[in-house]
């Protein structure tokens, strides 16, 4: 994200991949105008909150009117730096590795996997969907060569700290951790911590301690922990 948007709250932040996704889909239907409450509906964020997180960049719609479809992609557009190709490197080619690797990132985002690193003797240079795998010894050179600012760690556990210790040295900025390993870095890193084991057991607590919570306000909670 650009400058602007370090500004707003960080929960407000997260939020706003989902309005520029559903921004693109109404773009793509033609739509020209949308109101907060089919906003609301499609993202499952409530009205107020999504007036609120607008709010924070000036008036971006009309009383009576709604918003602007195409000036609200184009802002979002920019606001996230979508007219930018952002890439990023995979560290670790296991089976969530490269279900990363077939996934199509551009077709949502302006957001490219450039390359991948393992240990595997048998993956290394080869390619998946158009992405070649290194070896981990090159990590550091190849990172800082292609100037990537942005890792998923898709490693085991075990490893995930001694990776990080090593892509800090090679100006990396941001980790995506699909591991359980919490990780130690220095504040010039952000690091965003997916542990898939952790919401699945998370979810089962819910369903079985909150069962008539309103699932709306669960998808809130969701959406503002990222």
Do not use: W
Request: with cysteine.
């Amino acid at each position: 994200m650009n400058e602007e948007t370090t500004k707003i709250p960080q929960a407000t932040a997260k939020r706003l991949p989902l309005y520029y996704r559903f921004l693109k889909n109404l773009h793509v239907s033609g739509k020209q105008r949308v109101s907060s409450a089919e906003l609301s509906e499609a993202v499952k964020v409530d009205s107020a909150t999504i007036r609120r997180d607008f709010s924070y960049f000036g008036a971006l719609g009309k009383k009576g009117y709604g918003y602007n479809v195409n000036y609200l992609l184009t802002f979002f557009r920019k606001t996230l730096d979508q007219d930018e190709l952002s890439k990023v490197a995979l560290i670790g080619v296991g089976n969530l590795g490269t279900a990363f690797l077939h996934y199509n990132f551009l077709k949502n985002n302006n957001t490219k996997i450039e390359m991948a690193f393992d240990v595997d003797k048998e993956k290394i240079g080869k390619e998946i969907c158009g992405v070649r795998i290194y070896d981990m010894d090159e990590l550091e050179e190849k990172l800082e060569q292609e100037e990537i600012t942005v890792a998923i760690l898709t490693v085991p556990a075990s490893a995930a700290q001694t990776i990080t210790d090593r892509i800090k040295q090679a100006n990396v900025k941001g980790i995506l951790n699909f591991t359980p390993a919490r990780l130690n870095v220095p504040s010039s890193i952000r690091v965003h911590h997916i542990d898939l084991a952790v919401e699945l057991q998370s979810l089962i607590y819910f369903l079985k301690n909150y069962p008539n919570e309103d699932t709306e306000n669960s998808q809130d909670k969701k959406n503002l922990n990222g």
